[in-house]
C-alpha cells in the first residue's frame, strides 16, 4: 500500500490527537476553514484549528534531552510537513515510539534515527475539558464515601459534641446565675 503523497499530516495529526481527547473532528470541515491555500495546515493554522476545538495547543522548541519532561502525545513539527506523534519515550533503552502519520502505523525509533527527524518544534496540547477535569478530582463528593463509611463514629462525635455544647451553655449560665446571687446575697448583707 502506497502512502497518499497530497495527505496533509498536520490534519491528519490533528484528527488523531484529538480523538485522543475525546474530541469529535471532522477533517473536511478544519481543512475548508484553516487550509486556505491548499497546501496544508501551517504551524499558526494548526495551532487556531487545535484552539476551535476547545485545545489547548502550544509550539515550543525543546532539546531531544528534555523531551522525557513533555506530557505525551505530543506532535513533532517539521518543516518540510512530515510530521509525526510522539506517543512513549523508554529512556532506558533511549528508544521513542511514534506514530507515523504517512504509513498510519506505530514505529519505534532508535536515539539515532530520531535526533536526525526531531527538529527541536514540538507542539504539547491538553484538552480543556481535561484540565477542568483534573481541576474538580478534589470537591466535597470525594467526603461522601468517608462519612458513609464512618457514619457511626461521626453520630457518635456529633451527638456527644452536641451535649458538651449545651452543658458548657449551662455552666456558663450557672456562674453567672450564682455569682449575681452572691452579689445579692453580699449586698444585703451589708
Request: hydrophobic share 50%; proline share 3%.
Amino acid at each position: 500500500m502506497e502512502p497518499n503523497k497530497n495527505k496533509d499530516l498536520g490534519l491528519a495529526a490533528l484528527k488523531i490527537l484529538a480523538q485522543y481527547h475525546n474530541i469529535s473532528v471532522n477533517p473536511e470541515e478544519l481543512k475548508h476553514k484553516f487550509d486556505l491555500d491548499g497546501k496544508g495546515l501551517s504551524l499558526t493554522s494548526w495551532l487556531i484549528a487545535a484552539k476551535s476545538l476547545d485545545l489547548k495547543a502550544k509550539a515550543i522548541n525543546k532539546a531531544v534531552e528534555r523531551l522525557p519532561f513533555v506530557n505525551l502525545p505530543a506532535l513533532i513539527w517539521r518543516e518540510d510537513g512530515k510530521h509525526f506523534i510522539l506517543v512513549k519515550i523508554d529512556k532506558d533503552k533511549k528508544r521513542y515510539l511514534t506514530y507515523n502519520l504517512e504509513d498510519d502505523a506505530p514505529k519505534i525509533l532508535e536515539e539515532s534515527e530520531f535526533t536526525n527527524l526531531y527538529q527541536n518544534k514540538i507542539i504539547l496540547m491538553t484538552s480543556r475539558a481535561s484540565i477542568i477535569g483534573q481541576l474538580a478530582k478534589f470537591d466535597f463528593t470525594w467526603f461522601i464515601p468517608a462519612v458513609i463509611k464512618y457514619r457511626k463514629i461521626f453520630i457518635e462525635t456529633l451527638i456527644v459534641s452536641v451535649f458538651l455544647q449545651i452543658f458548657r451553655y449551662y455552666v456558663a449560665v450557672a456562674q453567672r446565675f450564682n455569682l449575681v446571687f452572691l452579689l445579692h446575697f453580699f449586698l444585703l448583707s451589708l
